[in-house]
């Protein structure tokens, strides 16, 4: 039983092309985040919603919209997608706002 | 800005001894600590935390130490497994933002049997 789950775990795709990934978690959360892991290896929070609403949002190009049907589900959608955005993406569940995240596999998008 | 830093890339210990991984911050106000392990091809899993308020928190074979004077925590496997060979981040939430979490560039820990 997948506790946070991502689709698709590898993403290749061309520069100017429109990708989404997928997350759920099954562990009845209400808080899911998005974080960028670059190059670098720095984790970097992007976007968190709680109960569905909008509760971070970094600075990140308006190329990233996030979406958040229900509690158990957030989507990333990019569009236009560069060079730079090749990165792994994760996501990431807690309870409230509790400090423990449950990160799901990540999704390692290559753009060429 | 870097407010959580981990100075060492990677470390390598022997089996059955002792790893200590640190960490250091430069944000007073954070006042709760995590640390997470990652394995390749996967997602970051959380492992222990401490609150400011302590300066020792244990969990089997790991402790985490916290100097808050020195702005410094620290992380000790005792003993060390290979199994434990892994991508460790310490990360810490930023109070007033959400609680969003600041991680650290990550130390890779290498457990040579």
């Known amino acids: 039983d997948t506790a946070v789950s991502q689709t698709p775990k590898y993403l290749v795709t061309q520069m100017g092309n429109d990708k989404s990934i997928k997350c759920e978690q099954n562990l009845g959360h209400d808080t899911m985040y998005w974080y960028k892991q670059d190059s670098k290896k720095f984790l970097k929070i992007m976007f968190s919603y709680n109960n569905k609403e909008l509760i971070i949002n970094e600075t990140v190009p308006n190329r990233f919209s996030p979406k958040s049907p229900d509690k158990a589900h957030l989507n990333l959608h990019i569009n236009s997608l560069e060079l730079g955005d090749s990165a792994v993406y994760f996501c990431a569940s807690s309870q409230g706002v509790l400090y423990e995240q449950y990160f799901g596999p990540g999704t390692r998008l290559t753009v060429t | 800005d870097q407010q959580v830093k981990q100075n060492s890339p990677s470390l390598s210990v022997q089996e059955g001894r002792i790893s200590i991984l640190n960490c250091d911050y430069t944000n007073s106000m954070f006042d709760y600590f995590l640390w997470y392990k990652k394995y390749p091809a996967e997602g970051p899993t959380f492992l222990i935390s401490?609150?400011?308020?302590?300066d020792k928190n244990e969990d089997g074979r790991f402790t985490v130490f916290l100097n808050k004077s020195a702005k410094h925590l620290s992380l000790h496997i005792v003993p060390s497994q290979p199994g434990d060979s892994a991508v460790y981040f310490c990360a810490a939430p930023l109070v007033g933002s959400n609680y969003k979490l600041t991680f650290g560039k990550g130390t890779l820990l290498t457990v040579n049997p």
């Open positions: 401490i609150s400011s308020i302590k």
